[in-house]
Every structure is written in C-alpha cells, then in structure tokens.
T-cell receptor, first 109, second 112 residues
Framework: AQRVTQPEKLLSVFKGAPVELKCNYS??????LFWYVQYSRQRLQLLLR??SRESIKGFTADLNKGETSFHLKKPFAQEEDSAMYYC???????????FGQGTTLQVKP | NAGVTQTPKFRILKIGQSMTLQCAQD?????MYWYRQDPGMGLKLIYY???????DKGEVPNGYNVSRSTTEDFPLRLELAAPSQTSVYFC???????????FGPGTRLTVL
C-alpha cells in the first residue's frame, strides 16, 4: 500500500537549533517525494521536491531508498520557519499526491 | 493573475442541506484536485480531474460529487451534508502529473 507517515504531530525547537522533520513512505516503485508548507494564514505551497535536489530557505531533504525516508532538515531554525509541514508522495500518472499527517514546527525565540 | 480561487471562505450548514464549493483557476492547468484537511489526518483526496469532461474518485469520495465542464472550473457538490463533512476543503491545480500543485485558500465548512 502507498503510504506516507510523519511520526511527529508537533516539533518544538529554539531559534538557531537544528531541525529534522521526519517522513517515511511506502511505495512499490521509484518514488517522487515533495515537502509542502503552510504558513499561518497562507496557502499550502511547495517547499521542495527531491528531484530538484535544491536547498530552499535553508531546508534540504534527501531521499533514502534503503530507509524509505525523506526527512526535511535545516541546520539553524528561524522563527519564520514556524508552520505546518506536509510530506507528500506522487502516486501514479494522474498527479495524485498522498500526504502525510503533517508536522507543526514551532520555533521559539 | 488570481491563480486558484475558492468560494465561499466559510460556511455553516445544517445536516441534510446541500451546497456547492466553487473552485476556479486562471493558470490553464489541466489537472485539478479537491482535498479535505482534518486535524491530525493530513490532506485526503476527494476527487480529481485530468481535463475538462474527465473526473475520477480519490480516496474519500463518498458524499461528494464533482463536474468539470471547463478547464477553469471544478465545483464540489455536497448533496446531503453530514457532521462528518465538517472540514477545511482545498482545491489545487497542476500543469501535469508529478509537477507542483498550486492550492487555493480553502473553504472552512461546518455541518451542525
């Protein structure tokens, strides 16, 4: 079964601390994975995708096929990173996304 | 360009009432999606469309219907509202499969 799991509902860190938001997936095939972010009072938007291998706003995510993980990392958290983060798996050729449960990141001053 | 728009922003329905959630886009994207967002559950796909005249069920389609007569519009219909349909509904568009999805601002629906 295709599934995305984000084990943490809430992750609270202090400003300047490293951040790792966990994402594990289950997919029989070559996965396409995304991180979407929803800031307060804003729309859900794409943060990054594993194909592009970019660093966006200091965040990176590496696809680990052996561990079936796509964890989101940032070395030094900022207060403006506080948001809801969703990991998502692209399923099939219809564009359907399977979302994880979401993790709320709270960066304290 | 407005991108993806949704109306209404908020709505309270009584059990058994009907309503249509509107979604419109000016991005000329073929793919459109309806999701519902429940606390602690992430986003669940209700229905999707890969082009005008083509729709298909997602993960949680029961209690909903859609139509796609034009590229721009993808309304979601609730025929007999139930408390279990209390949720935040998001519409999204995509240029093609596997690309970035662009989301609307959402409609917060409460069924009492």
């Amino acid at each position: 079964a295709q599934r995305v799991t984000q084990p943490e509902k809430l992750l609270s860190v202090f400003k300047g601390a490293p951040v790792e938001l966990k994402c594990n997936y289950s997919y029989s095939g070559s996965p396409e994975l995304f991180w979407y972010v929803q800031y307060s009072r804003q729309r859900l938007q794409l943060l990054l995708r594993h194909i592009s291998r970019e660093s966006i706003k200091g965040f990176t995510a590496d696809l680990n096929k052996g561990e079936t993980s796509f964890h989101l990392k940032k070395p030094f958290a900022q207060e403006e990173d506080s948001a809801m983060y969703y990991c998502a798996l692209h399923s099939g050729n219809t564009g359907k996304l399977i979302f994880g449960q979401g993790t709320t990141l709270q960066v304290k001053p | 360009n407005a991108g993806v728009t949704q109306t209404p922003k908020f709505r309270i329905l009584k059990i058994g009432q009907s309503m249509t959630l509107q979604c419109a886009q000016d991005m000329n994207h073929n793919y459109m999606y309806w999701y519902r967002q429940d606390p602690g559950m992430g986003l669940k796909l209700i229905y999707y469309s890969v082009g005008a005249g083509i729709t298909d069920k997602g993960e949680v389609p029961n209690g909903y219907n859609v139509s796609r007569s034009t590229t721009e519009d993808f309304p979601l219909r609730l025929e007999l509202a139930a408390p279990s349909q209390t949720s935040v509904y998001f519409c999204a568009t995509e240029r093609g499969a596997g690309n970035e999805q662009f989301f609307g601002p959402g409609t917060r629906l409460t069924v009492l």
